[in-house]
């Protein structure tokens, strides 16, 4: 009788400890259609929950992987507006140590602030150090700044968690049509449009094996109109410079298969297949 009491305890401490993992951007779920993200089946074996936080407000979460030094997806708001580019990058001082500031800074500051070297900082995350002299490839965001309105959200998508090593040719053609042309035509209608842009982790890398170059960029979006929800949904080879319209079913078919981790599901039931 104890036994099966004790059972049932630790039952529950197992449920409890998921389902915190399951709700992790807690400090910005409204980034998220129905505060709902995406399920586990994207999640890295190493993740880490970002609420992406500048000059002391949120504008858009990451999922970030660890390990291979990119970002899983970031999660936001389309909001296009005026407002310009950033001309520093930055980092993330709480994947350093979680005890450091809530703020993305840049590397310079942070090793000033912390007394701590580049290297230190680039033990846990990509830095700019990784990203100089690539041939081909483009700083790419996943949360683009075109999508966000002033400068703060605008520069606030100027941090390496939100970057992959992405194909130039790619970056500056089909893929900028799809966020500049494309986006402003098929939210014509919406009233509160939510994004998911995401990339598939490839077989390459670059800086010494530092960081993946992914082998998929994707993006998914649902909004509501004055009478129904919509969806849409777009996949890209990383080597090639073809954007392919899809489904969400669509979409969450393919990554199902190329994350190989479960059935993917990107946004809450009210957002049609
Ligand atoms: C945005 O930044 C640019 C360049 O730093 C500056 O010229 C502009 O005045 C800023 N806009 C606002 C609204 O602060
Ligand atoms: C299109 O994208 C480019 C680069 O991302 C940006 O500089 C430009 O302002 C955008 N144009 C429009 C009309 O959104
Ligand atoms: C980028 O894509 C183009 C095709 O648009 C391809 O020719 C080129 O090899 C690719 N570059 C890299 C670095 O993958
Ligand atoms: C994808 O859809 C957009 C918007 O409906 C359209 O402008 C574009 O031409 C389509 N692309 C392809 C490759 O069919
Ligand atoms: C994604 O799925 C579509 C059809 O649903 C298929 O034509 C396409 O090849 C798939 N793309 C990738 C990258 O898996």
Same mark, same amino acid.
């Given at each position: 009788?104890?036994?099966?009491?004790?059972?049932?305890?630790?039952?529950?401490?197992?449920?409890?400890?998921?389902?915190?993992?399951?709700?992790?951007?807690?400090?910005?779920?409204?980034?998220? +259609? %129905?505060?709902?993200?995406?399920? #586990?089946?994207?999640? @890295?074996?190493?993740? =880490?929950? &970002?609420? *992406?936080?500048?000059?002391?407000?949120?504008? +858009? %979460?990451?999922?970030?992987?660890? #390990?291979?030094?990119? @970002?899983?997806?970031? =999660?936001? &708001?389309? *909001?296009?507006?005026?407002?310009?580019?950033?001309?520093?990058?930055?980092?993330?001082?709480?994947?350093?140590? @979680?005890?450091?500031?809530?703020? &993305?800074?840049?590397?310079?500051?942070?090793?000033?602030?912390?007394?701590?070297?580049?290297?230190?900082?680039?033990?846990?995350?990509?830095?700019?150090?990784?990203?100089?002299?690539?041939?081909?490839?483009?700083?790419?965001?996943?949360?683009?700044?075109?999508?966000?309105?002033?400068?703060?959200?605008?520069?606030?998508?100027?941090?390496?968690?939100?970057?992959?090593?992405?194909?130039?040719?790619?970056?500056?053609?089909?893929?900028?049509?799809?966020?500049?042309?494309?986006?402003?035509?098929?939210?014509?209608?919406?009233?509160?449009?939510?994004?998911?842009?995401?990339?598939?982790?490839?077989?390459?890398?670059?800086?010494?094996?530092?960081?993946?170059?992914?082998?998929?960029?994707?993006?998914?979006?649902?909004?509501?109109?004055?009478?129904?929800?919509?969806?849409?949904?777009?996949?890209?080879?990383?080597?090639?410079?073809?954007?392919?319209?899809?489904?969400?079913?669509?979409?969450?078919?393919?990554?199902?298969?190329?994350?190989?981790?479960?059935?993917?599901?990107?946004?809450?039931?009210?957002?049609?297949?």
């Amino acid at each position: 009788m104890l036994g099966l009491l004790l059972l049932q305890v630790l039952a529950s401490c197992l449920w409890l400890g998921h389902s915190e993992v399951v709700n992790s951007f807690t400090s910005c779920p409204q980034f998220f +259609y %129905a505060r709902i993200p995406p399920n #586990d089946a994207l999640n @890295p074996k190493n993740p =880490a929950w &970002i609420c *992406q936080r500048f000059r002391n407000s949120y504008h +858009y %979460a990451t999922l970030y992987d660890r #390990d291979r030094r990119i @970002p899983v997806y970031s =999660a936001y &708001i389309y *909001q296009p507006g005026p407002g310009s580019r950033s001309s520093s990058w930055y980092a993330e001082p709480q994947l350093i140590n @979680p005890t450091y500031s809530r703020d &993305i800074d840049t590397e310079k500051s942070i090793s000033n602030r912390y007394k701590i070297t580049l290297q230190q900082i680039g033990q846990s995350q990509a830095i700019n150090q990784d990203y100089n002299k690539l041939q081909g490839l483009d700083r790419g965001h996943l949360s683009p700044s075109g999508h966000q309105s002033g400068n703060n959200s605008r520069w606030a998508t100027f941090t390496l968690t939100n970057i992959v090593p992405q194909n130039s040719t790619l970056n500056k053609g089909q893929w900028k049509d799809y966020e500049n042309q494309t986006m402003a035509q098929n939210t014509q209608g919406c009233r509160t449009t939510y994004v998911i842009t995401g990339a598939v982790p490839g077989n390459t890398y670059i800086s010494n094996n530092r960081v993946n170059v992914p082998s998929h960029i994707w993006s998914a979006a649902c909004c509501q109109t004055n009478t129904a929800m919509k969806t849409w949904a777009v996949i890209a080879g990383n080597n090639m410079n073809q954007v392919q319209n899809l489904t969400r079913a669509q979409l969450e078919a393919n990554l199902t298969q190329l994350y190989g981790r479960g059935q993917v599901s990107l946004f809450h039931s009210a957002c049609p297949p």
